[in-house]
């Protein structure tokens, strides 16, 4: 490990090495400086030197060493000049952008080279021999060697960038812009496995920030600003799962929007109500839950009635008809007097669940033959 006496001296060096070629030896040179023990106070050169230190992990792809790196650097700069690490973490997620884009643009064949079902998955064994068995050459297989592994390093970095602003109240808001560029990456690209996976990680970061409510910094879910962020990303996910028909993990984020909302006794903006509800209607219907669906549509109905100024008299006649063709579609509730006390007493629950979801009262003490089920495509 290389010792410098000032943290310049670090960089003018790492510079040296890129020069000839050696830009491995320069990341760790920097890496050594950025991890020592000597630098935990922050200072202006610091900043020059994380900037430097992201390009060179951006170009030789290496996403261990760039979260080291910035778990490191926001220790030294998160109460001091949190800032700084905002400005390196954009830095560093525009580059990783800019070299995805640019090898999309390389690629003519773009859906060939990301025709892959898991970012995270390792080539497997029997793929390297098949390629070589089947004599795949040519520009197919460039792509495919080629695109893939900066659209994963993309992917790898807004993980990494969540995983360092989760639950900062400094950095809510770049947290909530970079889940939603991670969004509309799984929207562009169609990528459903890294979609429910990025959902359970935002999901995860919630529930923690919930549990440790005494941690240092953590973000007031009460206060206004804070609350309509987390609302805003929140409906994010529940647009971005219903456009890509993934309708188990829209129910499942209208679930958070609805605990959120509970959590922090306030009423949302009737713009992200509007949202709630329109998508509550295509889930029920897809669903077949034709009561529900019938309820979310009246809820609607009001919601654009009450506060949409710009609706029109033929508008207001659309979502009228609507509501009244929802509920023609409503069928009586199913006797289902062969079916166990066990799926009984599991329909009653989840019956209560979406009955919660648009706030519908319903008598839990009813005959369990009598409630109205969740059909399959909604249970998680």
Known sequence: MATFAKPENALKRAEELIHVGQKQAALQALHDLIT????????????????????LCVDLRKGRFAKDGLIQYRIVC????????????????????????????????????????????DKRPED???????????????????????????????????????????????????????????KQYKR??????????????????????????????????????????????????????????????????HGLMSLVKRTPKPSVLVVYYA???????????????????????????????????KDLQLLASSVLLAALSVAPYDHKYGASHLELENEKDRSLRMANLVNFSLDSKRENREMVCLPSVLQV
């Open 279 to 313: 998508k509550l209607t295509e889930i029920f219907w897809i669903s077949e839950s034709h009561l529900y669906h019938a309820y979310a549509w009246l809820k609607l109905f009001n919601l654009q009635k009450s506060y949409n100024k710009n609706l029109t008299q």
């Open 78 to 121: 998160q109460q001091v000049n949190v800032s700084s690490l905002e400005e390196v973490i954009k830095h560093f997620m525009q580059l990783s952008n800019e070299k995805a884009e640019e090898a999309r643009n390389q690629a003519q064949a773009l859906e060939d080279a990301l025709d892959v079902e898991d970012l995270e998955a």
């Open 128 to 186: 390297l021999m098949l390629s070589y068995v089947s004599g795949e050459k040519g520009k197919d297989r460039s792509d495919r060697e080629f695109v893939t592994p900066w659209f994963k390093f993309l992917w790898e970095t807004y993980r990494t960038v969540l995983e360092i602003l989760r639950n900062n109240s400094k950095l809510e808001a770049l947290y909530a812009m970079t889940a939603h560029k991670a969004f509309q990456f799984c």
């Open 192 to 257: 459903s496995t890294e979609f429910r996976r990025l959902c359970e990680i935002i999901r995860n970061h919630l529930a923690n920030l919930n549990k440790y409510r005494d941690q240092r910094d953590r973000p007031d879910l009460t206060a206004p600003e804070s609350c309509q962020l987390y609302l805003d990303t929140r409906v994010e996910q529940l647009k971005i799962a219903t456009e890509l028909s993934l309708w188990q993990e829209a129910f499942r984020s209208v679930e958070d929007i």
């Open 36 to 55: 020592s023990k000597r630098y935990r106070s922050w200072q202006k050169p610091l900043e020059k030197i994380m900037m430097k230190y992201v390009e």
